[in-house]
């Protein structure tokens, strides 16, 4: 079972939010099942268009992976770090077969 971790900065995430990114990052043992831990942090940026950024780093044997993105909202943020950790698992992957 993975580890993970959530860290909101500069705001008190709601419980909604936290169970979304939980979600999500669940899903990405899928992909990989040797993931050990995963930080996740969410930051309140200054920029009041693009002022949500979700950045998530996972540890896997050998190496951590990191992805993170700014967007109008916290979910559409998390939903574009979860892809791009979906192509790096998957690269990670390829390279621990071959």
Same mark, same amino acid.
């Given at each position: 079972?993975?580890?993970v ?8 995430? @709601?419980? &909604?939010l ?10 990405? %043992?899928?992909?990989? $099942? ?6 996740v942090?969410?930051k ?9 950024e979700?950045?998530i @780093?996972? &540890? ?6 990191y992805?993170?993105?700014?967007? %109008?909202?916290f979910e $559409?943020?998390?939903?574009e770090?979860?892809?791009?950790l979906?192509?790096?698992?998957k690269?990670?992957k ?5």
């Open positions: 079972m993975m580890e971790g959530i860290h909101s900065i500069n705001f008190e995430a @709601r419980e &909604h936290v169970n979304f990114v939980q979600e999500g990052v669940d899903k990405l %043992e899928r992909f990989y $099942e040797n993931i050990q831990k995963a930080e942090f969410l309140l940026k200054a920029d009041p268009a693009l002022n949500k979700v950045g @780093r996972i &540890h896997v044997p050998g190496t951590e992976l992805a993170s993105k700014t967007c %109008e909202t $559409e943020a998390t939903d770090v979860l892809e791009a979906i192509r790096q698992l690269k990670y390829a390279r621990q077969v071959s």
